[in-house]
């Protein structure tokens, strides 16, 4: 079982940065993969990025490339992204998700992760 906890979010301004950190517990020697996805609302579950367990691999959905960027600190068990020249259309809850299968990992498929935070909103205002 993996626990994952998000944190970061909030309110900002058009142009603005924010960093989002997602913190694991549990049995995270397991996990292959985490990425980050996004909801708004009346949408489907977006991809964001994803990074495999040694880092050496990075995805991130068409909407956030050369803007977001993914990284993770195991000594912390944290996974972060970093969000720059933030939009109005980049308001959402962002979910952190893992996977310890493996699979199709860098598809940024949600069918593809097994474990879930809760989400944290990020609302970019113009």
């Known amino acids: 079982q993996v626990e994952l906890v998000e944190s970061g979010g909030g309110s900002v301004q058009a142009g603005g940065s924010l960093r989002l950190s997602c913190t694991a517990s549990g049995e995270i020697n397991t996990v292959y993969a985490r990425a980050w996805f996004r909801q708004a609302p009346g949408k489907e579950r977006e991809f964001v990025a994803v990074?495999?367990?040694?880092?050496?691999?990075?995805y991130y959905g068409e909407s956030v490339k050369g803007r977001f960027s993914i990284a993770r600190d195991n000594a912390e068990n944290t996974v972060h992204l970093q969000m720059n020249s933030l939009k109005p259309e980049d308001t959402a809850v962002y979910y952190c998700?893992?996977?310890?299968?493996?699979?199709?990992?860098?598809?940024?498929?949600?069918?593809?992760?097994?474990?879930w935070g809760q989400g944290t909103q990020v609302t970019v205002s113009s």
């Open positions: 998700a893992a996977t310890v299968r493996g699979g199709r990992w860098f598809e940024g498929l949600p069918a593809e992760y097994e474990y």
């Open positions: 990074i495999n367990w040694t880092g050496s691999s990075t």
